[in-house]
C-alpha cells in the first residue's frame, strides 16, 4: 500500500464526519437561526436606511380652477363676499414630516371681485388694495404642526398686503392623503387696519367691518 | 293787460326750470338728511349714491341750461320791478346760478379727492370719471366739504328769496309773474282776473 498524505479513508471519515455535524438537531438549528437572524438583519437595514433618507414630502400641483380663495365682511351693514381669481399656489406636504411641509400662495390683489361694481371699482384704490403699489399679496407658511386632538392641522405663517407683513394662524382641515386629489380648507379672520386697509378713510370701522374673514378651499394632486 | 306770450321764458328753458327745481328739492332733502340725520347705514349709503348720480344729472342738465341761455335771452324784467328791487332781482339770480353750478362741481371735488375712492356709477348704468389729479389729496376734500355744505345753505337761501319775492309780486303788487315760467294756457294767460 502506498503511503498518502491524504489518506483516503481518513478523508471520507473526515467528510462524512463533517456531514453529519451539518445534519446533527443542533446544527440545523443553529443554521435555522442564522437564515432568520439574516432576514431580520437585512430588513433591519431596509428600514433604517429608509428612515435616514433625506425625506422628501410630496409636492403638489395646486388646481386653481378648483380652489378657491375668498374674503368676507360687511359694508354698511350689508354684507359682501368675493374671490380672488388670480393667483398661484405651492403645496409641498408630507404628514410624516411637517418641518418640510410648507404652503406659499401669490395673489393679484387687482383680482379680487365681488361682483358688485362699486365694490369692484373701489377694492384697487390707494386706501384699499392700491393695486398700483402693491400688486400682489402673498402668503407663506413658516410652521406646520399636527393638532394633537387629530382634527387636522394648525399653520403658521406670514400674511403681507400692502406691504405689510404679519403673522397669522389657523386650523386647516385634509382629506385623505391616499386619494387624489387632496382637499385643504381653512378659515380665518385678519384685522383689516393691520394691514392698513382702509386706514384712511374707515379707520372706526364705521362702514367697512374691521374684520375680514378669509377662507382657502385648496384642491391639489400629488405631482409625479 | 300784458302781453305774457312775448313774456315768456322759452319752453325749453321752462322745462328745465322746473325739472331741475324738483331735483334740487330732492338733493337738497337728501343732502340735509345725510348731514344731519341719524339714518341706518345702508339706507345712508344709497341715499348717498343716488344723491351723486342725480348731482352728476343735474351739473349736465346745467349746462345744457347756460347754454340755452346764452342763446336765448329771458323776457325783461316787468317795468313795475325798478330800482333796489331790479338789484336785488338780479342778484339773486345769479346767485341761483352760481349756486346750480358751484354746489354739484363742489361735490364731484368732494368725491374725487375722497380717501375712500368710490367710483361714482350714475344710477347703476355708467361711470363718471372723477376729476383728475386730486386722488387722496384731504386738503382739497375738506375744502370741497366746506364749500358744498355752505353753498347748499346759500342755495336754500337763495330759493327761498326766489319763492317770496314771487309770492310777495302776487300778493302785494298784484302781479302774478308765474305766467312767465309757465306753458301756454287759456288761464295761465291772464295776470289778472278778468
Not at chain 1, 379707520?203 to 405631482?223: L, Q
Not at chain 2, 325783461?76 to 358751484?102: F, N, Q, R, T
Request: glycine share 4%; aromatic share 10%; proline share 4%.
Amino acid at each position: 500500500m502506498k503511503k498518502r498524505l491524504l489518506n483516503k479513508k481518513a478523508v471520507d471519515a473526515a467528510a462524512d464526519k463533517i456531514i453529519q455535524t451539518l445534519q446533527s438537531p443542533k446544527v440545523q438549528k443553529r443554521l435555522l437561526a442564522f437564515g432568520i437572524a439574516k432576514k431580520i438583519a437585512f430588513a433591519a437595514f431596509f428600514a433604517f436606511s429608509l428612515a435616514t433618507a433625506p425625506a422628501e414630502a410630496a409636492e403638489y400641483s395646486v388646481d386653481a380652477k378648483a380652489s378657491k380663495i375668498s374674503f368676507s365682511g360687511t359694508h354698511a351693514d350689508t354684507p359682501f363676499s368675493g374671490n380672488f381669481e388670480e393667483w398661484t399656489a405651492v403645496l409641498t406636504f408630507d404628514a410624516g414630516d411637517l418641518e418640510n411641509s410648507k404652503f406659499i400662495a401669490t395673489f393679484n390683489t387687482a383680482s379680487a371681485k365681488t361682483g358688485n361694481a362699486m365694490y369692484d371699482g373701489t377694492l384697487p384704490q390707494a386706501d384699499w388694495f392700491d393695486v398700483k403699489n402693491h400688486p400682489q399679496a402673498t402668503f407663506t407658511t413658516t410652521a406646520i404642526a399636527a393638532k394633537p386632538d387629530g382634527s387636522g392641522y394648525s399653520a403658521t405663517g406670514d400674511l403681507t398686503i400692502r406691504g405689510v407683513t404679519k403673522p397669522v394662524q389657523f386650523d386647516f382641515t385634509l382629506s385623505d392623503l391616499a386619494q387624489s386629489p387632496v382637499t385643504a380648507k381653512a378659515t380665518f379672520t385678519i384685522n383689516r387696519l393691520d394691514f392698513d386697509i382702509g386706514k384712511k378713510s374707515d379707520a372706526s370701522a364705521e362702514w367697512v367691518s374691521r374684520d375680514i374673514a378669509i377662507t382657502i378651499d385648496i384642491t391639489a394632486t400629488p405631482k409625479n | 293787460m300784458t302781453d305774457t306770450a312775448a313774456q315768456r321764458y322759452t319752453t325749453v328753458a321752462i322745462i328745465l326750470h322746473w325739472v331741475m327745481a324738483a331735483a334740487f328739492v330732492l338733493m337738497l332733502a337728501s343732502g340735509l338728511s345725510m348731514e344731519y340725520l341719524e339714518l341706518q347705514k345702508s339706507f345712508k349709503f344709497n341715499l348717498y349714491q343716488w344723491h351723486k348720480s342725480l348731482g352728476v344729472l343735474l351739473l349736465a342738465a346745467f349746462a345744457l341750461r347756460l347754454f340755452w341761455r346764452l342763446l336765448h335771452k329771458p323776457p325783461a324784467l316787468p317795468a313795475s320791478i325798478k330800482g333796489l328791487e331790479a338789484v336785488a332781482a338780479k342778484a339773486g339770480h345769479i346767485a341761483l346760478y352760481l349756486c346750480m353750478l358751484a354746489v354739484p362741481l363742489s361735490g364731484w371735488a368732494m368725491v374725487s379727492s375722497s380717501n375712500y375712492g368710490l367710483p361714482t356709477i350714475v344710477f347703476g348704468l355708467f361711470e363718471w370719471p372723477h376729476i383728475p389729479k386730486i386722488a387722496g389729496n384731504e386738503a382739497v376734500n375738506a375744502a370741497a366739504k366746506t364749500a358744498h355744505w355752505a353753498l347748499a345753505w346759500l342755495f336754500i337761501a337763495a330759493i327761498l328769496g326766489h319763492v317770496a319775492a314771487v309770492v310777495k309780486h302776487a300778493a302785494i303788487d298784484r302781479e302774478n309773474l308765474l305766467p312767465r315760467m309757465w306753458f301756454s294756457c287759456a288761464r295761465c294767460k291772464k295776470s289778472k282776473p278778468e
